[in-house]
């Protein structure tokens, strides 16, 4: 495991070296688990070294320079993050989400994740309810509906904190005196508002607030479509209230039954507007405004863990050829 004192190795790594996650995610196996030195060891090396012992090419070298040249910066903001009291949790972190792990394998799972609040919720059961910023009522009160179940069986209930059916989701988990995790499209230290507006759930344990990116790094447009996938990948489990014919609730929705996830959509009524059929003639799976499977009694939350899921062969993953990298950040 990473010790606290190198942090900010990790930070200038993940967020200086402009290498991609898959690259970040490699390396991090190679240093730790295969050659089972520290973050600082590694830093000391030579160039040569570098190059001769981790395989890596121009590109992969002037990231590493980079990163190196942002050390002391990245030790004074992981000095800040700190005493403000928020926590890091790199990739091999025993209290790093599983889940996240799973889902998203080597080549997409963060390296780094910046949080405030209580960090067992990552090792939970979770669903993610998403949809329309602009969703409807009856969209909305499936969002109620479905988070209410999932904070009776203590499941979590992942938001992403837009207006509209993420918000929904948040606030119904709460008010059904359940778990949630607020995944941020910015930076963990620029989310004040948020902070102050949640502070009791937070400190109660209810809540546990999540970030991937720069923790100075302001909301923006490019930082909302890149924190999607991370909502899908800490759920087990994914409902779709509504969705449009293009956004990131659609993007989303279509990139996860390309990695044969499950999703579970909302069956709409024959005057609605929106992209839900679709979604399930791409593979989705139909679902009522309880959640129940259209056209059966069966919960999908009670069936995925029943051994008699009827779901099951639907929803079976394909395998890749990438097993032995994705198993290889499990070893960290």
Request: without cysteine; glycine residues 8%; charged residues 25%.
């Amino acid at each position: 495991m990473i010790e606290k004192k190198e942090i900010p190795y990790i930070i200038a790594l993940t967020h200086s070296s402009k290498l991609r996650i898959e690259q970040i995610n490699t390396l991090l196996v190679k240093i730790l688990h295969e050659q089972k030195i520290s973050l600082e060891e590694f830093f000391a090396l030579s160039e040569n070294q570098w190059k001769r012992e981790y395989a890596l090419d121009e590109k992969g070298l002037t990231g590493i320079r980079t990163a190196k040249s942002e050390l002391p910066n990245s030790s004074f903001l992981a000095e800040d993050l700190f005493s403000q009291g928020y926590e890091v949790l790199p990739l091999n972190s025993p209290e790093y989400s599983k889940t996240l792990k799973d889902n998203l394998k080597a080549k997409s799972s963060p390296p780094i994740l910046y949080v405030r609040g209580n960090k067992q919720i990552l090792q939970e059961d979770s669903i993610a309810i998403v949809g329309s910023r602009d969703a409807s009522d009856i969209s909305l009160k499936f969002t109620d509906n479905i988070a209410k179940m999932a904070s009776e069986k203590y499941k979590v209930v992942v938001s992403g904190f837009a207006k509209g059916v993420d918000k929904q989701a948040l606030d119904s988990a709460l008010k059904y005196k359940g778990h949630s995790i607020i995944v941020l499209p910015q930076g963990i230290m620029t989310f004040d508002s948020g902070m102050k507006k949640y502070y009791s759930q937070i400190t109660e344990g209810d809540v546990l607030v999540l970030s991937t990116f720069f923790p100075n790094a302001p909301w923006s447009v490019p930082l909302a479509m890149g924190r999607n996938p991370y909502i899908y990948g800490l759920a087990k489990n994914i409902y779709v209230a509504e969705s449009g014919n293009e956004g990131g609730t659609w993007s989303g929705v279509v990139d996860g039954l390309k990695k044969g996830r499950m999703i579970f959509v909302r069956k709409p009524e024959q005057n609605e507007s929106n992209a839900n059929n679709k979604l399930i003639e791409q593979g989705a799976v139909p679902v009522d405004m309880m959640g129940n499977l259209v056209s059966t009694t069966v919960d999908p939350m009670i069936a995925e863990t029943s051994g008699t899921d009827p779901l099951k062969e639907k929803g079976k993953k394909k395998k890749t050829g990438t097993e032995n990298n994705d198993s290889q950040i499990n070893l960290l």
